[in-house]
């Protein structure tokens, strides 16, 4: 549990940056940038970096450790916030830009913390210790907005420069936290990176179920997150309307996660992800009822609920999938497919809300879960119904 505890508050603080981040990289980029067309261009930038770590990162930890790996993620986010503070005080865009992607590393190397949690345990506790990792997210919703909030005018003459501060210092603070974890050494065999190719890995159904099921999750929360705060700006919702939407959201996306773990020990994998399917469902269906405050914050919440349930769910199955000595390539080739498709999605969010608008982009996100649900559902059938 000391363990958990610790791996708990390091996902907490790193979630708690990139809540920073998301709250200020773009208003900072409108202030920067020479073309309006580019301010967001620094907050894309970061899902990038997070997606061209994921593989590096996992090798790394592979070899040299779960510590290591985590203390070296840390380090670039303090660099990141070093230079996106910088970046303020010379009113640089083009340095603003590479701190986004600094930040963005970061998460490539955390992205790990709930794998990390499975293997401090017993295995009969890691589907719940994951989920209780995951929980960090709440305590992030909170922290996270606060700190924006607060370091925002830390330096009243370079408005957002205490921003960058505040990451800086967030992620600093994971690195004495590291210190008192004790992670399971790497033998010999997980080092030398041995085991089955992933083509062979990629042939059990359960694999291909977690990855869909991952993958799905992302794809589709961030799809409609990202154009939400545009939805409701066009239905002349304001900013403070928004914000609690989002904070809505985020505390459906990770309160769940107090007792995912133990629904999942007690009903299986694939009901807990077939569950979020069904809550996915939910979300757009209150999505397309109205465009009231209270079917952007109902629908919003139940997008991170089913979000959680299906990417939880997902991360304990994948977790059964590989020996030791695969679990980089595995984990890596997951993660690498999860934020390929959110790079995809912040890239296309706003696009498609402008071309189709809110309504029509629920009506496209159907046919794509009930794709995903069949092909879930095939893959189940391949297991023998069984978890």
Not at 67 to 95: M, N, P, R, S
Request: net charge positive; with cysteine; aromatic share 10%.
């Amino acid at each position: 549990m000391k363990n958990l505890s610790l791996l708990f508050l390091c996902e907490a603080l790193s979630r708690t940056a990139s809540l920073v981040m998301l709250s200020s990289m773009a208003l900072i980029g409108q202030r920067l940038t020479p073309n309006p067309a580019l301010a967001t261009l620094p907050l894309a930038l970061a899902p990038v970096a997070t997606m061209l770590m994921t593989v590096p990162a996992a090798q790394l930890m592979q070899r040299r450790g779960r510590k290591i790996g985590f203390a070296i993620g840390a380090a670039l986010g303090v660099v990141g916030g070093a230079v996106g503070c910088l970046a303020v005080y010379q009113g640089d865009f083009a340095l603003l830009c590479l701190g986004g992607l600094g930040i963005g590393a970061v998460n490539g190397f955390a992205t790990y913390y709930r794998f990390a949690a499975g293997e401090v345990v017993a295995e009969d506790f890691r589907s719940r210790a994951i989920s209780l990792v995951m929980a960090g997210g709440v305590i992030a919703a909170i922290s996270g907005s606060n700190l924006a909030a607060w370091s925002r005018e830390w330096f009243p003459d370079y408005l957002f420069a205490g921003s960058f501060l505040g990451i800086a210092a967030v992620h600093a603070l994971v690195l004495p936290v590291l210190g008192f974890v004790s992670f399971p050494a790497p033998n010999a065999e997980e080092q030398r990176a041995g085991g089955r190719s992933l083509r062979e890995i990629a042939r059990q159904s359960d694999f291909a179920l977690a990855v869909v099921g991952a993958v799905a999750a992302w794809g589709l929360m961030s799809l409609l997150m990202n154009a939400t705060p545009l939805a409701m700006k066009r239905h002349l919702h304001s900013f403070a309307d928004t914000a609690w939407v989002i904070q809505w959201h985020v505390l459906g996306m990770y309160v769940p996660s107090f007792f995912t773990g133990h629904l999942i020990s007690r009903w299986g994998e694939h009901r807990i992800m077939f569950t979020g399917i069904a809550l996915l469902g939910c979300s757009i269906a209150v999505n397309l009822s109205g465009v009231g405050l209270y079917h952007y914050t109902i629908g919003l919440a139940l997008l991170g609920v089913g979000w959680n349930f299906l990417f939880v769910g997902s991360t304990s199955l994948l977790a059964m999938t590989h020996r030791p000595e695969e679990k980089a390539r595995v984990q890596s080739c997951n993660d690498f497919l999860v934020f390929g498709l959110i790079v995809l999605t912040s890239f296309g969010a706003a696009p498609l809300e402008g071309m189709l608008g809110w309504d029509r982009l629920n009506h496209l996100a159907v046919p794509f879960l009930l794709a995903v649900a069949v092909v879930l559902g095939w893959l189940w059938t391949r297991t023998g119904w069984g978890g």
